[in-house]
């Protein structure tokens, strides 16, 4: 995107027909554009990434991740002692207030979708756990938060707006700093590429997981998110949310889940709510711009018990392991009105222990790639268990 925006640039001041104002507009741009080009290039060669035209990714729309870009600026430029901006401390506020609250100081902090990873450090810093994970899909940004962090390099980034703001600078340069670690907290604190839908953990491995502004964009189904939190806490631990519900445009409505509903899957999945709180905030307010978003952040704690607790009944929830797909489906001797070697092989695989994600797992690699697994093995439950 870099590249094609100076391309677009350069074009565009070879022009006959522009006066210096206009001139000198377009190259505080094409600064700002070649600054970011540098650094994205840099700080990935040095991650051994190599920017090679992709096909697949030509036809994806970028605009999520060119969107977490501006988490880079928030976190690191934005906000310095000569520059203050209230959205890093409001959010470090928001969830210390609540780990403070906690039986026992964490020792084990995992952050799921840490972004550039400015919240994490900054808990890491206060609290002195063991170790914190600051964990993200996006290269780009845990690059930059191992160069500022680790590696203690500054790191230049450029910022420009699409839309003229009276008063306001059109383009600028920040130089992002290492961030003040005079006790050596960086040893502790690791930022980590993986997917949340691949965690490379062992069970019951934290005693804190963090999802700041997470549970609504990370390509799946909260229900499924839900799952993998409630297996990497180890019992006794606490699950802290804090952002809004956004959800991605990607996402089929039915997923776009409201808190009451979140707070059912909570407790069909083992978790007791402890408490929650709703607050207004700005999100990536610049200094370069005259408009802003105002989201709403719903915070929760959630822990998960020393023992698993039989589930709640909820209205309209033929069982909790339908809904909860990560849960165990009890044996019962299942059997279906409709006979199909597909249905024999679902129902053979119920052993008590096996949930319906189990199931799909074994059996999806065996089904065309079109057909919706889970919709198969969740409408077969479904229709023998309201039958
Ligand atoms: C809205 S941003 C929030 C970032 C940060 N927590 C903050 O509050 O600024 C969501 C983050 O989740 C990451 N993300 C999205 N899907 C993910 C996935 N499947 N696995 C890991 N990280 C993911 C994105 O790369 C992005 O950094």
Excluded at 110 to 123: F, I, N, Q, T, Y
Excluded at 220 to 247: K, M, Q, T
Excluded at 254 to 272: M, P, R, V
Aim: net charge negative; hydrophobic share 40%.
């Amino acid at each position: 995107m870099a590249q094609q925006g100076l391309a677009a640039l350069h074009e565009s001041l070879s022009r006959y027909d522009l006066t210096d104002t206009t001139r000198q507009r377009l190259t505080e741009i094409q600064t700002a554009s070649q600054v970011n080009l540098d650094t994205i290039l840099s700080l990935m060669q040095k991650h051994g990434i190599n920017p090679i035209p992709d096909e697949q990714l030509s036809q994806m729309n970028p605009g999520d991740l060119s969107e977490y870009f501006d988490l880079l600026l928030r976190d690191w430029a934005w906000d310095s002692t000569t520059n203050p901006n209230p959205e890093n401390t409001a959010a470090f506020e928001r969830t210390l207030a609540d780990i403070e609250k906690l039986p026992q100081k964490p020792a084990r902090i995992l952050v799921l979708g840490a972004g550039a990873g400015r919240l994490s450090w900054d808990l890491h810093v206060r609290l002195q756990p063991e170790y914190t994970l600051a964990l993200d899909a996006n290269p780009l940004v845990l690059a930059a938060a191992d160069e500022l962090v680790h590696q203690r390099q500054t790191i230049a980034i450029g910022e420009f707006k699409n839309f003229p703001q009276i008063g306001f600078q059109h383009a600028h340069c920040w130089q992002l700093e290492p961030p003040h670690d005079t006790d050596n907290a960086r040893s502790t604190w690791f930022p980590l590429g993986a997917n949340v839908w691949q965690l490379p953990f062992a069970r019951d491995s934290f005693d804190l997981i963090i999802t700041p502004w997470f549970i609504d964009v990370n390509g799946g189904d909260v229900r499924d998110l839900i799952a993998i939190i409630y297996e990497n806490l180890a019992p006794g631990g606490h699950w802290l949310n804090s952002g809004p519900l956004l959800f991605t445009r990607h996402l089929p409505v039915q997923l776009k889940y409201t808190a009451t509903e979140i707070k059912e899957f909570l407790s069909l999945a083992g978790f007791t709510l402890i408490e929650e709180s709703i607050t207004n905030t700005d999100y990536l307010r610049s200094p370069l711009e005259a408009r802003f978003r105002q989201e709403q952040v719903w915070t929760f704690r959630a822990a998960k018990p020393e023992a698993r607790q039989e589930a709640p009944i909820i209205a309209g929830a033929l069982t909790a392991w339908l809904v909860m797909h990560h849960l165990p489906i009890p044996k019962n001797n299942y059997s279906s009105k409709d006979s199909h070697p597909l249905i024999d092989a679902i129902l053979s695989l119920v052993d008590g222990n096996r949930s319906i994600n189990d199931i799909c797992y074994e059996v999806g690699p065996h089904l065309p790639q079109d057909i919706p697994v889970k919709d198969v093995v969740v409408t077969l439950f479904g229709q023998i268990l309201s039958e």
